[in-house]
Antibody
Framework: EVQLVESGGGLVQPGGSLRLSCAAS????????MSWVRQAPGKGLEWVSV???????YYADSVKGRFTISRDNSKNTLYLQMNSLRAEDTAVYYC????????????WGQGTMVTVSS | QSVLTQPPSVSGAPGQRVTISCTGS?????????VHWYQQLPGTAPKLLIY???NRPSGVPDRFSGSKSGTSASLAITGLQAEDEADYYC????????????FGGGTKLTVL
């Protein structure tokens, strides 16, 4: 079964760091485009970052310089390292596979909640 | 303020037809980029509903359909059912931004 399972969310103080993980099954992370999308409480979806199969990475302006997307091919797992966290980063973070022919997010994880608060 | 504009809410009675619009510009939908639609049921992750403007993934009922014209796209739902009550998001690529795409602000569908 094709599946994504996120972990690593939690409560962190402003300025702190957190690393999210997204374990994939049923397909190979390194052969696909993979993304992180977040949703602040009561708000809409916001694309955060993408890593392409070739290794190129891109970020939304709101997280550029603070977040780093990466993958571990041996573990078939996607990561999001989040540094210098701010209150406005509070959200549910979803990992998603990007269907490369259409740039549509075709597989989503269940999400992990990140709360930035003192 | 999202690059793609959706109405905040729409509603309809069971059995009726509703449409949700997604209005963009010449740097996204109007430039010919595909539009995709997602359904997010309460408390769950989004699910791909329509891809490539009008294609349905396996398992999505044919009550859901998508179209695109000019700088706008629409999602139509016919034979409305109570289980369709959810948030719906459009997504497309925008040449002025990085990454695979930008989302609309979302539309809350209420089944009366």
């Amino acid at each position: 079964e094709v599946q994504l399972v996120e972990s690593g969310g939690g409560l962190v103080q402003p300025g702190g760091s957190l690393r999210l993980s997204c374990a994939a099954s049923g397909f190979t992370v390194s052969s696909n485009y993979m993304s992180w999308v977040r949703q602040a409480p009561g708000k809409g979806l916001e694309w955060v970052s993408v890593i392409y199969s070739g290794g190129s990475t891109y970020y939304a302006d709101s997280v550029k310089g603070r977040f780093t997307i990466s993958r571990d091919n041996s573990k078939n797992t996607l990561y999001l390292q989040m540094n210098s966290l701010r209150a406005e980063d509070t959200a549910v973070y979803y990992c998603a596979r990007v269907e490369s022919s259409y740039d549509a997010f075709d597989i989503w994880g269940q999400g992990t909640m990140v709360t930035v608060s003192s | 303020q999202s690059v793609l504009t959706q109405p905040p809410s729409v509603s309809g009675a069971p059995g009726q037809r509703v449409t949700i619009s997604c209005t963009g510009s010449s740097s996204n939908i109007g430039a010919g980029y595909d539009v995709h639609w997602y359904q997010q049921l309460p408390g769950t992750a989004p699910k791909l509903l329509i891809y490539g403007n009008s294609n349905r993934p396996s398992g999505v009922p044919d009550r859901f359909s998508g179209s695109k014209s000019g700088t706008s796209a629409s999602l139509a739902i016919t034979g409305l059912q109570a289980e369709d009550e959810a948030d719906y998001y459009c997504q497309s690529y925008d040449s002025s931004l990085s990454g695979p795409g930008v989302f609309g602000g979302g539309t809350k569908l209420t089944v009366l």
